[in-house]
């Protein structure tokens, strides 16, 4: 299964970080090509999801669920017809104040395009995980990369 990594240290406590992050909404406004969210429950959201893959352009709907969210960290999913997404966010305290954040996103093909999807996933994932960490620090009090 392709996947991608980052870390980044933010100005927030662990526990704040967590708040934030049970919010399956929040959730879909990391992920990249999220286009549109309708929320099913606290912990469940039917995403539309854009997907390009070369010249090929869809619009698939896949169903994030947030699994798991702590002062550890949060693990979301998104799974669809033609993949699965899983995420993983975890938190490691610095401070009372500062919390390092490790973000791992995986993709997982399925059905008759996975060879196609995963190719594409292992060349995208990295980018992803970039936009996705872009996303959180913007929302959150982190300082800029250096």
């Known amino acids: 299964m392709p996947s991608a990594s980052q870390t980044f240290t933010c100005n927030e406590s662990a526990e704040r970080l967590a708040e934030r992050l049970r919010d ?3 959730i ?3 992920v990249p090509e999220v286009a549109k969210v309708e929320r099913i429950d606290d912990r469940t959201a ?3 999801v854009r997907l390009k893959l070369g010249f090929l352009v ?3 709907v896949y169903r994030g669920e947030l699994l798991r969210a702590d002062a550890n960290g949060i693990e979301f999913q998104a799974a669809g017809a033609e993949a699965r997404i899983h995420g993983i966010v975890v938190f490691h305290a610095s401070t009372f104040t500062s919390t390092e954040v490790v973000v791992t996103l995986e993709m997982a ?6 060879a196609i999807i995963n190719n594409a996933a292992t060349r995208r994932l990295p980018e ?3 936009r996705f960490v872009e996303s959180l620090r913007s ?8």
């Open 46 to 48: 039917q995403w539309t």
């Open 128 to 130: 992803d995980v970039r």
């Open 28 to 30: 879909a406004s990391l």
């Open 139 to 146: 929302k959150v009090d982190a300082p800029p990369p250096q």
């Open 24 to 26: 399956i909404d929040f």
């Open 58 to 60: 869809r619009h698939s």
């Open 109 to 114: 093909g399925q059905g008759p395009m996975a």
